[in-house]
């Protein structure tokens, strides 16, 4: 890869002074909560051996080392995240699990000067939400990639459909400034949330064959109220104002967390409702 360019600055800035530093001391905690979501992913791209991959917003590596044991000592899979803490974690980790096989760019998929047609395949776990011109960066993209070569990824579909992180919001809201919703189809959590919309900017981006399939499950969140709150505070959109408030407010924030999970509680914990879009295309 060549040198940085950045144009997403916002979020650049939000995964380095914001967010990056909690999820890396969440690693464990994010990994297993995301793992069904990206096995999804990884069954759609069926990566092969000796496949050289790039996974699109990588965060702390836990999908590029999946990725990397895929292909194989023969493969090559190049992760790139804006987020310098996520990667340095990712590096670190690398180093030990699959040298010469894993490597991390800190980097702007949307504006990033790739090689051409130099990868077989692009994967993304939730990666893809956040560029601002979402059709230049999946173009970006796709140019890097070898003709018939693949896309997959997953990403969150209607906020409507996922209470486990409206609710806990939602009820964090009268305890903490959290910032508004982007509006539909802004940069975000949600910004891909609509099957027209996957379709039509993939399309414009230059991918064919593409594919949006629905994949949902109840999913645990916690092993019990205390747990569960506990940790959607710290890695939901409340994380900023949680991590700044005083313990007193923290306390009260989870205990309303808690109060709203309660009708979720299972035997094996609390479990919700978890709604993504599985996408795969390829380049003509």
């Known amino acids: 890869m ?141 140019g890097a990639v070898k003709p018939g070569g693949r896309l997959a990824y997953v990403c969150w579909a209607s906020r409507q459909d996922n209470p486990w992180i409206r609710i806990p919001t939602g009820a964090a809201r009268q305890f903490l400034e959290i910032p508004p919703a982007p509006p539909d189809d802004a940069p975000g959590q949600f910004a891909m949330e609509r099957e027209a919309r996957i379709l039509d900017v993939l399309g414009r981006a230059g991918w064919s064959d593409v594919s949006v399939e629905k994949f949902e499950i109840e999913h645990n969140m916690g092993k019990n109220l205390n747990d569960a709150a506990s940790f959607i505070c710290q890695m939901g959109p409340m994380s900023e104002p949680f991590g700044n408030a005083s313990q007193a407010l923290k306390n009260k924030c989870i205990a309303a967390v808690e109060q709203a999970l309660e009708p979720f509680t299972t035997s094996r914990g609390i479990d919700m409702k978890f709604s993504t879009w599985i996408v795969s295309a390829k380049n003509p």
């Open 2 to 142: 060549a040198r940085n360019l950045v144009i997403n600055v916002d979020q650049q800035q939000f995964w380095n002074e914001v967010k990056g530093d909690f999820w890396v001391t969440l690693k464990p905690r994010i990994d297993l909560l995301l793992s069904p979501f990206g096995s999804a992913a990884l069954n759609a791209l069926s990566a092969a051996p000796d496949e050289r991959i790039l996974d699109v917003g990588c965060g702390t590596g836990g999908t590029s080392a999946e990725l990397a044991n895929l292909v194989g000592p023969g493969g090559e899979v190049q992760g790139i995240d804006l987020s310098r803490p996520m990667l340095e974690k990712a590096r670190a980790e690398a180093a030990v699990s699959s040298p010469g096989v894993l490597s991390f760019e800190e980097g702007d998929a949307e504006v990033q000067e790739f090689i051409p047609n130099y990868f077989d395949a692009v994967f993304s776990r939730f990666g893809v939400m956040f560029f601002d011109d979402p059709v230049a960066a999946l173009g970006n993209i796709r």
